[in-house]
T-cell receptor
Framework: DTEVTQTPKHLVMGMTNKKSLKCEQHMGHRAMYWYKQKAKKPPELMFVYSYEKLSINESVPSRFSPECPNSSLLNLHLHALQPEDSALYLC?????????????FGPGTRLTVL | RKEVEQDPGPFNVPEGATVAFNCTYSNSASQSFFWYRQDCRKEPKLLMSVYSSGNEDGRFTAQLNRASQYISLLIRDSKLSDSATYLCAVNILTGGGNKLTFGTGTQLKVEL
């Protein structure tokens, strides 16, 4: 089962709201990732968690705050976002982050910031 | 220079045609290579991993040329259902672990 689930599917929020995106995998993977994808662009890496520790932060603004409560779950907390943050947010997982193995993507959360 | 480059297309081909996509990468420390397929408003789905020896899965053949730093994807006997964006992706080892970097994607439209 190569399934990564994400909730919610769609999210509309105002610039003063606080919301969270959730991601879950039950493949025993120890690396999890957040990507941001704008229309007609490729996914861009935001964060990498390896064995529940943040290992890569691609200079993402602090209004995005990742959290990895356990090896199966990954959250992305959102606060004071800007309209230009509207995008598809994709979660992915892989066996680990050092071996370069395949990443499997969730269906994404389509975020609109008003 | 972008780390991973692809021709964005679109490639409009008739059903049954053979179509080839190429992708170049700039970092010689790149470790692993993939082709993903992405349908409109969906997530990328793994199509194939890419190896130097070449690998084939049905109508799809992928090849890696490390010396020239490019990867390729060949689709034979294309079907209408092959219409999608094809993203090449390269894993580059950094101090924090592997980073997967995508090309811009090549859009394929297969027509009757």
């Amino acid at each position: 089962d190569t399934e990564v689930t994400q909730t919610p599917k769609h999210l509309v929020m105002g610039m003063t709201n606080k919301k969270s995106l959730k991601c879950e995998q039950h493949m025993g993977h120890r690396a999890m990732y957040w990507y941001k994808q704008k229309a007609k662009k490729p996914p861009e890496l935001m964060f990498v968690y390896s064995y529940e520790k943040l290992s890569i932060n691609e200079s993402v603004p602090s209004r995005f705050s990742p959290e990895c409560p356990n090896s199966s779950l990954l959250n992305l907390h959102l606060h004071a976002l800007q309209p230009e943050d509207s995008a598809l947010y994709l979660c992915a997982s892989s066996q680990d982050s050092a071996s370069g193995d395949t990443q499997y993507f969730g269906p994404g959360t389509r975020l609109t910031v008003l | 220079r972008k780390e991973v480059e692809q021709d964005p297309g679109p490639f409009n081909v008739p059903e049954g045609a053979t179509v080839a996509f190429n992708c170049t990468y700039s970092n010689s420390a790149s470790q692993s290579f993939f082709w993903y397929r992405q349908d409109c408003r969906k997530e990328p789905k793994l199509l194939m991993s890419v190896y130097s020896s070449g690998n084939e899965d049905g109508r799809f053949t992928a090849q890696l040329n490390r010396a020239s730093q490019y990867i390729s994807l060949l689709i034979r006997d294309s079907k209408l259902s092959d219409s999608a964006t094809y993203l090449c992706a390269v894993n580059i080892l950094t101090g924090g672990g592997n980073k997967l970097t995508f090309g811009t994607g090549t859009q394929l439209k297969v027509e009757l």
